[in-house]
């Protein structure tokens, strides 16, 4: 068969099995998902639910709720879904894969992300922290108190080295965990916890865990549940302030690649930790479909598990998507068919740097309705939206994360550069924006 012809039936083939695809989410992430979705010849139509103002460039926002399985998996089959990707966490914890797989009609149609029992690893610290155990995956050593065993846990403190790190169990938006550098903060932090409910129902157990002294970064594994991929590395800064000082945020920027994760620090992940992650949800009968984010701790070239999610970080996901080559469709139908492994990952050799605009206040209280200019006169940088709206004919700031600024360029240095000089193009009332992001990946 000549070149041109098998090129041709390539196209053919392509057209015919186009796809209706349904995105969930509204944020950052699922920006940059709609972006590089409808780059695939493979999508004939893109959904997000409830998108954002940024998103409509890609698709069409639905007014969908996320947790409402119901409305979700009609409008699934009305408008002839061919497949479904979760973008955040909460409906994945609350069983959306369940609901589809319980159901007789919705149960063809693929969705991407586990169900309840593998959303447990990011729904439930304690039981990361078993399955961990159980799968002798490297992680810090800790201990899990609830309210009713508040005494225990404060005695257990007592003997517990410092500094030491207190985690709610439970979803808390990226912000329940405190670094405690005295006994008499981590006495008041556990409780604010569990007596005073700082974080709410997420902080009703309190995982005490050893402190590790390194440096972090972003894993992130496409598993079909028997094979990978590892996706490019990347690393966010979750601090408000220069120099990650301040509160704790859902992130204000993110570079990739990780300048030390190179290929053998690599290899140690892949075999001490996603090798075995994957086997032992085979172990334990979890049947997983979907990303798994692996927050990582290098502790003098070791890596160690500080935390696993069941989705795509933001904001790196807006940095490791602009470094994905591939047909971003084809990955995931290789997970919904179960062949991901003959499907091909390309990486490119580029870096890539994203920093996040905020809301003045933000972590804290913060006023919305901003109106936004400025993301016309962005050059060589792909404005993701995350926290936005629009009325009548503006597009205003709705959420504390407004947009992510994202550039691919050759060296981190001058996709650093670059993000920061577009992001300073953008202006509202109010905004707010790291300008060290990378900084310490460029020493």
Same mark, same amino acid.
């Given at each position: 068969?000549?070149?041109?012809?098998?090129?041709?039936?390539?196209?053919?083939?392509?057209?015919?099995?186009?796809?209706?695809?349904?995105?969930?989410?509204?944020?950052?992430?699922?920006?940059?998902?709609?972006?590089?979705?409808?780059?695939?010849?493979?999508?004939?139509?893109?959904?997000?639910?409830?998108?954002?103002?940024?998103?409509?460039?890609?698709?069409?926002?639905?007014?969908?709720?996320?947790?409402?399985?119901?409305?979700?998996?009609?409008?699934?089959?009305?408008?002839?879904?061919?497949? *479904?990707?979760?973008?955040? &966490? +909460?409906?994945?914890?609350?069983?959306? @894969?369940?609901? $589809?797989? =319980?159901?007789?009609?919705? %149960?063809?149609?693929? *969705?991407?992300?586990?169900? &309840? +029992?593998?959303?447990?690893?990011?729904? @439930?610290?304690? $039981?990361? =922290?078993?399955?961990?155990? %159980?799968?002798?995956?490297?992680?810090?050593?800790?201990?899990?108190?609830?309210?009713?065993?508040? @005494?225990?846990?404060?005695?257990?403190?007592?003997?517990?080295?410092?500094?030491?790190?207190?985690?709610?169990?439970?979803?808390?938006?990226?912000?329940?965990?405190?670094?405690?550098?005295?006994?008499?903060?981590?006495?008041?932090?556990?409780?604010?916890?569990?007596?005073?409910?700082?974080?709410?129902?997420?902080?009703?157990?309190?995982?005490?865990?050893?402190?590790?002294?390194?440096?972090?970064?972003?894993?992130?594994?496409?598993?079909?549940?028997?094979?990978?991929?590892?996706?490019?590395?990347?690393?966010?800064?979750?601090?408000?302030?220069?120099?990650?000082?301040?509160?704790?945020?859902?992130?204000?920027?993110?570079?990739?690649?990780?300048?030390?994760?190179?290929?053998?620090?690599?290899?140690?992940?892949?075999?001490?930790?996603?090798?075995?992650?994957?086997?032992?949800?085979?172990?334990?009968?979890?049947?997983?479909?979907?990303?798994?984010?692996?927050?990582?701790?290098?502790?003098?070239?070791?890596?160690?598990?500080?935390?696993?999610?069941?989705?795509?970080?933001?904001?790196?996901?807006?940095?490791?998507?602009?470094?994905?080559?591939?047909?971003?469709?084809?990955?995931?139908?290789?997970?919904?068919?179960?062949?991901?492994?003959?499907?091909?990952?390309?990486?490119?050799?580029?870096?890539?740097?994203?920093?996040?605009?905020?809301?003045?206040?933000?972590?804290?209280?913060?006023?919305?309705?901003?109106?936004?200019?400025?993301?016309?006169?962005?050059?060589?940088?792909?404005?993701?939206?995350?926290?936005?709206?629009?009325?009548?004919?503006?597009?205003?700031?709705?959420?504390?994360?407004?947009?992510?600024?994202?550039?691919?360029?050759?060296?981190?240095?001058?996709?650093?550069?670059?993000?920061?000089?577009?992001?300073?193009?953008?202006?509202?009332?109010?905004?707010?924006?790291?300008?060290?992001?990378?900084?310490?990946?460029?020493?």
């Amino acid at each position: 068969m000549s070149r041109c012809l098998s090129k041709y039936i390539d196209v053919v083939i392509s057209y015919i099995c186009r796809m209706n695809i349904l995105l969930l989410g509204s944020g950052g992430r699922e920006s940059a998902f709609a972006w590089k979705i409808s780059q695939s010849p493979l999508c004939k139509h893109l959904f997000i639910a409830p998108g954002n103002a940024g998103t409509s460039a890609y698709g069409e926002n639905v007014g969908l709720s996320l947790n409402d399985f119901k409305s979700v998996g009609r409008f699934v089959l009305e408008n002839n879904i061919h497949l *479904v990707l979760v973008g955040p &966490e +909460e409906p994945l914890v609350n069983g959306i @894969s369940n609901y $589809f797989d =319980k159901d007789e009609k919705l %149960r063809e149609i693929p *969705v991407i992300g586990p169900g &309840e +029992e593998g959303a447990r690893l990011e729904g @439930s610290k304690t $039981f990361a =922290k078993a399955f961990m155990r %159980r799968h002798y995956i490297p992680t810090a050593a800790s201990q899990s108190f609830s309210k009713v065993s508040l @005494s225990e846990g404060l005695a257990y403190l007592q003997s517990h080295p410092l500094p030491l790190v207190l985690k709610a169990d439970g979803l808390a938006s990226g912000k329940g965990v405190l670094i405690c550098q005295t006994l008499e903060e981590a006495e008041a932090g556990m409780i604010g916890m569990l007596q005073e409910d700082r974080f709410g129902q997420a902080g009703s157990t309190v995982v005490v865990e050893q402190f590790l002294e390194g440096t972090e970064l972003s894993v992130f594994v496409l598993t079909d549940g028997n094979s990978h991929k590892i996706l490019p590395s990347a690393k966010d800064y979750k601090r408000i302030g220069e120099g990650d000082t301040g509160l704790n945020t859902g992130g204000m920027g993110s570079v990739s690649p990780v300048p030390f994760a190179d290929e053998d620090f690599m290899k140690k992940v892949e075999d001490t930790i996603v090798t075995p992650t994957i086997g032992g949800l085979r172990i334990d009968q979890i049947r997983y479909k979907g990303f798994i984010f692996i927050g990582l701790m290098n502790v003098n070239g070791e890596p160690f598990v500080i935390e696993y999610n069941v989705r795509m970080g933001d904001p790196e996901t807006q940095s490791v998507l602009a470094r994905i080559e591939s047909d971003f469709v084809e990955l995931l139908m290789g997970v919904a068919e179960g062949n991901l492994k003959e499907r091909e990952l390309r990486i490119s050799s580029k870096a890539a740097a994203t920093v996040v605009l905020t809301s003045g206040g933000y972590p804290g209280k913060y006023i919305p309705g901003k109106v936004i200019s400025g993301i016309e006169n962005v050059r060589d940088s792909l404005v993701f939206h995350a926290g936005t709206r629009v009325e009548d004919g503006q597009v205003l700031t709705s959420g504390g994360r407004v947009l992510a600024v994202t550039s691919l360029q050759d060296t981190l240095f001058d996709a650093v550069q670059q993000a920061i000089a577009d992001a300073g193009r953008i202006y509202y009332d109010g905004r707010y924006f790291r300008t060290d992001i990378g900084a310490d990946m460029l020493d």
